[in-house]
């Protein structure tokens, strides 16, 4: 009898181990499946649920690296495939994918090391050599870059990528006639390299060769039409063969593709100017004012151009913006003298005069010209900094050449526009929010009890409503109506418990209908019958942070409310300790007030009670990305999109430019 029972009680462990192997190929099945049909999103919750049962895994570390990859989580996808590969460093593809992931991180160095393993691994894939051979040249060591190049052409002829490559590497080194040599060898291969036209372009610009350029550029174009650098450029090339209206259009172009471009808003609007539209360059500047609050050339440009149109005012703001940064900048004094005399300023525009006059007796004080044919060929670097050239076109420091890597894996970019906000607090509603594809519920063990416990009219819910749904009409009736009905059960009980509870309830419907302070006013009494309630002391601070941002808003002094506020937090963390919760809402009180540590040191404090609460990763990576820490931003960025919080990834994509 015992034998059977051993023999049955083998059989079912067999088949339950059986169970759950099939439960996790069939995870990872359905997760390669939804990456075929690039629902990434999707194919990451799967691969969660697998590494939560199985972290062992090397497959689905990779499985969700590349997924990460394609939401363009470099630094997600980078830390997923080094767990692969510490689990298993004998497959190439692994190497290949976490060195692309670096690459777009622009870590060249360690991608290096990463396709050097891929090579020893298979040396039979050309791709990985190239990719080696341009992060050399990336990382300066054109020597090394050469030798990998030649190699690609030895065993590999008809690659024409690597002869554009040493072509580009002999035009680092300052050897354009070489450099022009092998962009010929890469055109006869192949009249379609981008690569190679680009190279060209370059050559030609360098040599301000402009309608070579502008040839080479048009071709570059029109192989790859969404390459913002090409518009540019050619516009540059376009200037110099006084071709206004093709620079223009090509200026209008890079901002259709890329709308916080500067190079491109600047220049245009100094094209403007040239042609008269002086009211929309006056929007460039703006543009680029508000990019780099000090950048003084385009000041002093939308200076000149308020002054022009009689917008003195904000002429005078502008040059004084400039004369602060430049004491002795005497054309600017003169500007700001006329304006101020224009205004009727007299007293103003006598000290200015005077301070011209005693540092200059005779000097010219010129106005803003026209451009001659030779002034529109003058140029500056980006980081030259010289009132003088107030009006030069503005050129990178240094040329960038854009490169398509080979790999199987392509990156997709993540558009949505999502503010560097904090997601708003933990708090209770009688409404649970919609916060899309996430494995987690929130939980809280006095919220459970009270809903099971008080047997309230509505259970309590617990939500982080970021997704910032309103009520519909019939919710609202709803609401109301609970209100009228927890209002007469107030007014008829006489029990102090059951009043108490009552009085909870009716505090979180008024929140939910946005009546602060008639929720504060219940929350108020409800503590006062109940001072032992860590609920209700941290629905109050909710409410009362809520209140105090719109007063704030109308220019209210809330200092001693948001004391308040963080007075109740701390009391409800005495009652409730462990409730992570509370530390990510008052790390939000923290944060709100710019006060990162200890914002910080709470978000930090709400993970080590709550790994998986992925709200937490994601405002201390907002709060990391606003006092500048840009690499913690990301990783923690990562952390929270790879926990289902997916504008994570968008938000990292813009903590990165």
């Known amino acids: 009898m015992k034998s059977k029972i051993v023999i049955l009680l083998m059989t079912l462990l067999s088949a339950g181990t059986l169970r759950a192997q099939y439960n996790v190929e069939r995870l990872i099945t359905s997760g390669e499946v939804a990456l075929h049909y690039e629902d990434y999103v999707l194919s990451i919750q799967y691969f969660n649920k697998v590494l939560a049962l199985k972290p062992y895994l090397w497959l689905p570390w990779y499985d969700r690296s590349v997924a990460k990859f394609y939401l363009d989580d470099f630094v997600g996808a980078e830390q997923d495939a080094s767990k692969a590969i510490e689990l298993n460093p004998y ?111 370059y050559i030609a610009l360098n040599r301000r060769d402009w309608r070579s350029a502008d040839s080479s550029l048009s071709k570059v174009i029109h192989l790859k039409p969404k390459m913002v650098n090409s518009y540019v450029n050619r516009a540059l090339a376009r200037l110099n063969i006084n071709n206004l209206r093709g620079a223009m259009a090509d200026y209008d172009m890079a901002i ?168 708003p607090m933990y708090q209770l509603s009688y409404f649970s929010s919609s916060n899309g594809v996430r494995g987690y519920q929130a939980f809280d063990a006095e919220v459970d009890n009270f809903n099971n416990k008080r047997d309230p009219i509505r259970r309590f819910d617990l939500t982080c409503n970021y997704s910032h749904e309103k009520l519909t009409d019939v919710q609202s009736r ?45 929350l108020d009494d409800y503590i006062a019958l109940d001072s032992t309630s860590a609920l209700g002391r941290w629905q109050r601070a909710v409410c009362q942070s809520l209140q105090n941002s719109y007063d704030a808003s109308r220019g209210q002094n809330v200092s001693m409310k948001a004391s308040q506020a963080e007075g109740d937090f701390a009391e409800a963390l005495k009652l409730s300790p ?18 990162y540590e200890r914002a910080i040191a709470d978000y930090t404090r709400a993970l080590q009670l709550d790994p998986r609460l992925a709200e937490a990763y994601y405002n201390r990576g907002v709060v990391y990305a606003q006092s500048g820490n840009s690499r913690e931003a990301k990783q923690d960025l990562s952390k929270a999109g790879e926990l289902g919080l997916y504008d994570a990834y968008a938000l990292s994509k813009k903590v990165e430019k």
Not at 161 to 188: F, G, P, Q, R, V
Not at 492 to 514: G, I, M, P, S, T
Not at 579 to 593: I, K, P, V
């Open 478 to 522: 709803q609401i109301f109506q609970l209100i009228d009905a927890l209002s007469e059960g107030i007014r008829e009980e006489k029990d102090v418990k059951v009043r108490a509870a009552l009085l909870l309830q009716r505090a979180v419907a008024y929140a939910d209908a946005q009546n602060l302070s008639d929720a504060i006013a219940d």
């Open 578 to 595: 462990r409730n992570a919760y509370l530390y990510f809402n008052r790390g939000n009180l923290f944060a709100a007030d710019k006060n």
């Open 91 to 201: 497959i190439e593809q692994l190497f290949d994918l976490r060195g692309i992931s670096r690459i777009r991180q622009e870590k060249y160095g360690d991608a290096v090391t990463d396709y050097t393993k891929a090579i020893k691994l298979n040396p039979s894939v050309s791709s990985f050599w190239l990719n080696r051979a341009i992060c050399r040249m990336k990382v300066n060591d054109y020597d090394q870059a050469l030798l990998d190049a030649d190699t690609i052409i030895k065993r590999w002829a008809n690659t024409a990528s690597a002869y554009s490559l040493k072509a580009e590497i002999y035009l680092n080194k300052k050897d354009t006639a070489l450099a022009d040599s092998w962009l010929s060898k890469s055109l006869s291969i192949d009249s379609y390299n981008t690569d190679a036209w680009m190279t060209r372009a």
């Open 256 to 423: 259709d593709l890329d709308p916080n471009n500067f190079l491109a808003h600047y220049n245009r609007g100094l094209l403007r100017v040239q042609l008269g539209d002086d009211n929309r360059a006056i929007n460039d500047f703006d543009f680029v004012v508000k990019m780099e609050p000090r950048n003084f050339m385009a000041i002093y440009n939308r200076a000149l151009l308020n002054d022009k149109v009689g917008n003195l005012r904000a002429a005078i703001r502008d040059y004084t913006n400039v004369i602060d940064q430049f004491p002795n900048f005497w054309a600017g004094l003169a500007a700001r003298a006329r304006c101020y005399r224009k205004l009727g300023m007299t007293a103003k525009a006598e000290l200015d005069e005077f301070r011209i006059f005693k540092a200059q007796m005779d000097k010219h004080i010129g106005i803003q010209q026209r451009w001659s044919r030779d002034k529109v060929k003058e140029m500056r670097k980006r980081s030259e900094i010289n009132l003088d050239k107030y009006n030069d076109i503005v050129v990178e420091d240094e040329p960038r050449i854009e490169h398509e890597y080979k790999s199987q894996y392509r990156g997709t970019i993540q558009n949505r526009d999502v503010e560097l906000a904090l997601l």
